[in-house]
């Protein structure tokens, strides 16, 4: 069975520019998430994805960062315009249970991103 | 809001020697708690997963112990060996969303 995958692994870019990264979720895992860590802090959650619907976005920094998942599959996060702050490791992860908790989740490789 | 914390922040041993990582938490209200394994430039890798109702999960030469209670977790690596070398990320999960610690980053010299 497939892993989560992540691409780019590594993107660098100027600040005002934009960036997508893109993640497919372990075939049959309805939960989708996005959590981050920038420079010298812990993992933060940014996302939650039910399938196609957002659950929860609570942890989204700002309206310069957009995600979809389009028809319940892979998903994306756009930043539009990066800035500098936004640099870091954006993890994706997935999960198969719906009720009671995501259950185990199994995280991607992270995509690196730093903004210049 | 969820603060977790991991004690201590690195830590240093001869192969063989038994490994003891500490994780506390703030809010007792969680469903579970993970643990996982992070290697240099890598995604993050499920360890031990324990539910809110368990008091302990073990795997091979893993076993993690939980006391919701009192907000605490504690990871056993037994006989360490030079491939444990990793950081190890302690997370509570509430309401579908996971709060980590800062890791613990682990060296086991051979």
């Known amino acids: 069975e497939a892993g989560v995958t992540q691409f780019p692994s590594h993107s660098v870019i100027e600040k005002g520019q934009t960036v997508t990264l893109r993640c497919d979720p372990i075939?049959?895992?309805?939960?989708l998430y996005w959590y981050r860590r920038v420079m010298g802090k812990e993992i933060k959650f940014l996302l939650h994805?039910?399938?196609?619907?957002?659950?929860?976005e609570s942890g989204m920094p700002n309206n310069r960062f957009l995600a979809e998942r389009t028809g319940g599959t892979y998903s994306t996060l756009k930043v539009q315009p990066a800035e500098l702050e936004d640099s870091g490791v954006y993890f994706c992860a997935s999960s198969r249970r719906l009720a009671g908790g995501s259950g185990e989740l199994f995280f991607g490789e992270g995509s690196r991103l730093t903004v210049l | 809001k969820q603060e977790v914390t991991q004690i201590p922040a690195a830590l240093s041993v001869p192969e063989g020697e038994n490994l003891v990582l500490n994780c506390s938490f703030t809010d007792s209200a969680i469903y579970n708690l993970q643990w996982f394994r992070q290697d240099p430039g890598k995604g993050l890798t499920s360890l031990l997963l324990?539910?809110?109702?368990?008091r302990e999960q073990t795997s091979g030469r893993l076993n993690a112990s939980l006391d919701k209670s009192s907000g605490r977790s504690t990871l056993y690596i037994a006989a360490s060996q030079p491939g444990d070398s990793a950081t190890y990320l302690c997370a509570v999960e509430d309401d579908y969303k996971l709060s980590f610690g800062a890791g613990t980053t682990v060296t086991v010299r051979a």
């Open positions: 075939s049959g895992h309805d939960n």
């Open positions: 324990i539910q809110s109702s368990q």
């Open positions: 994805f039910v399938k196609e619907s957002k659950q929860d």
